[in-house]
């Protein structure tokens, strides 16, 4: 696969999201989820994680002008929610079109970014 390609946005776009202060995690897809469950039980005792490439979704555009990222957070108690989803929006756009234009995608493309907050994670000790 190439350096634009699919997998490789995931992974910029889920490094990018991580970074922003507030957000506790990405939340995988329901599709993920469920591929999870179906998969033969693991031998070791070692609990099964799930990468965080799985809480984003990366399409390229029906016309095929640029791409479609939509991230699943989790975000940490304390925060402001528009404030962080704000700041994961815009570091995932960033992210992203540094990411293509340095890999050689000439032409300008548009990146349109999706955030869903699935939901709070209470600090750890709180009830």
């Known amino acids: 696969m190439t350096a634009t390609g699919t997998p490789t946005l995931l992974g910029v776009a889920a490094e990018a999201a991580l970074a922003v202060p507030g957000v506790a995690g990405l939340q995988p897809r329901l599709a993920h989820c469920l591929a999870a469950a179906a998969a033969p039980t693991r031998t070791d005792s070692a609990p099964h994680r ?20 939509e991230v ?11 404030d962080t989803a704000q700041n994961v929006h815009d570091r995932v756009r960033t992210a992203v079109t540094s990411h293509l234009a340095t890999h050689g995608v000439a032409e300008p493309v548009t990146v349109t970014v999706a955030v869903t907050v699935t939901r709070i994670a209470a600090r750890p000790g709180t009830a």
Request: with cysteine; glycine share 12%.
């Open 72 to 82: 699943r957070c989790v975000l940490a108690e304390g925060h402001r929610t528009l």
């Open 50 to 69: 799930m990468p965080p490439e799985a809480g984003i979704r990366a399409d390229r555009a029906p016309d095929g002008s640029g791409w479609r990222i």
